[in-house]
């Protein structure tokens, strides 16, 4: 099991383990019924400790997502997967889920440009620039704005996820997302450690997001590279 160490406010190790399950579920990597490896082997090749283990299973079968029969295993359980954290990151490895991660870039509050699109009541907004990992690979950047009607950013609260900030530190939740999927060119500002150079052409997603107003409160643009990451959008 990876973690962000790098980040004093990443998810906890046992939520991190019950998110990147979640995504195998939702990806069809375990799929309804199946039984789950003993607790102690999955431990093992987690890396983590029994106990550990066993609080991430807790979190599944309060989401509904695990049966845990005594004597017998643990089984998987599809249904739920709307409760994860990263319920609406879209983005896969090649064979499915992936645990996101996040490096901060930057975090700015600025005056909105001229050539950002129309979205919530304000002038100014919260500017965040990330880089994205699914587990250790390196998938994207993005550049994330969030209205300052929302609240302001403060980038030494900020975890791996932003939706996860929203609700904990500003109170509010993302309760709609409308995506365009493209390409585009990745922008001046891609770091030297991306798998592509600025300018270079990847996959470009264009993101308004809602909480409970009319008006979306959050624009976000996000490159992606597409020999390391696949765009699923699931319809049940």
Sequence with gaps: MTSNSRNPNALPIYVQISELLIRDIAAGRLIDGERLPPERD???NLKVSVGT???SLAELEKKGM???IQGSGNYIRETGTQNSVYAMFRLELPEGGGLPRADVLSVEHLEKPSD???FGQSKYASRVRRMRYLNDTIIAVEEIWLDESA???DQSLL???LYRYYQQQLGF???RAEDRVSVGALPDWTPSGFTKPAGQTAGFIERFSWSENAEPVEFSKTWFDPDRATYV???K
């Design 42 to 44: 999955m431990a093992i």
């Design 53 to 55: 283990l066993r609080k």
């Design 66 to 68: 695990l049966e845990r």
């Design 116 to 118: 950002l699109p129309e």
């Design 151 to 153: 609240g302001t950013i």
């Design 159 to 161: 975890s791996d996820s």
């Design 173 to 175: 939740w993302i309760t």
């Design 233 to 235: 959008q699931r319809l």
